[in-house]
Structure formats: C-alpha cells, structure tokens
C-alpha cells in the first residue's frame, strides 16, 4: 500500500501565504503524477495543480500565477507554495498521486503494480479576515 500525509494546512488572512508539503511512503516502486486537489464545503473536488515526473505542471486557471508545485522525486513529497491566497481559496487540500508499488514473489522476484491513484487525508485552508 502507498500512504501520503500531507502537512502545512492553516488559517491565514487575504493576501497571505502557506506552504503545503505531501510525502509519499510504502513500496512505492515509481510515482508518475503527484498534485494536490481541493472541496470546499458542498462542492466537488477540483484539480489545483498537478506534476509529472518529467516536471510537466498544470494548473487550475484560479490559482495560475499564484500557487507553484514542485516536487523532489528523491523524496516522493510534493510541495504547493500558495501565494496571495482568497477567501475562495479556503478548502481542505487533498495530495493525490499515481503510483506504482512492487512485491517480491517466493521466487524471489519482483513484481511492479499498475499504476493505482491514491489519496492522502486532506489538510484544512482557512483563508479569512
């Protein structure tokens, strides 16, 4: 099983900024895609922005030009720099990735999944006056 905890949620007032970090563990064999989602509060669950290994971003248009992902594949942990944050911002953030996990056989050889999404916990984003 692949497990992502992400850290960094809060409460910030309009214009301020938060710095959100999720880490994939497990038997993570490769992570092709990680990003972060968000709901807020009766609404569905929307892409923020998203990374490809090969550093291919995308991004939400109501967060272009003010959040930026990044990512240290060394690590498995994703990171999203949330600048100049709204009101509308506020949400409970969601790290998703798409992974890969392996096993070993008792013939002692290794096996590697398909690729499985998975979902981290979700951290609260407050964004008020």
């Known amino acids: 099983q692949v497990q992502l905890v992400e850290y960094g949620g809060g409460s910030v007032q309009p214009g301020g900024s938060l710095r959100l970090s999720c880490t994939a563990s497990?038997?993570?064999?490769?992570?092709?895609?990680m990003g972060w989602y968000r709901q807020a509060p009766g609404q569905q669950r929307d892409l923020v922005a998203n990374?490809?290994?090969?550093?291919?971003?995308a991004y939400a248009d109501s967060v272009m030009g003010r959040f930026t992902i990044s990512r240290d594949n060394d690590k498995n942990t994703v990171y999203l720099q949330m600048n100049n944050l709204k009101p509308g911002d506020t949400a409970v953030y969601y790290c998703?990735?798409?992974?890969?996990?392996?096993?070993?056989?008792?013939?002692?050889?290794?096996?590697?999944?398909?690729?499985?999404?998975?979902w981290g916990q979700g951290t609260q984003v407050t964004v008020s006056s």
């Open positions: 998703n990735a798409e992974a890969l996990q392996f096993f070993v056989d008792d013939q002692g050889v290794m096996v590697v999944s398909d690729p499985a999404e998975y």
């Open positions: 497990g038997s993570i064999f490769s992570i092709n895609t």
């Open positions: 990374l490809t290994t090969g550093r291919s971003a």
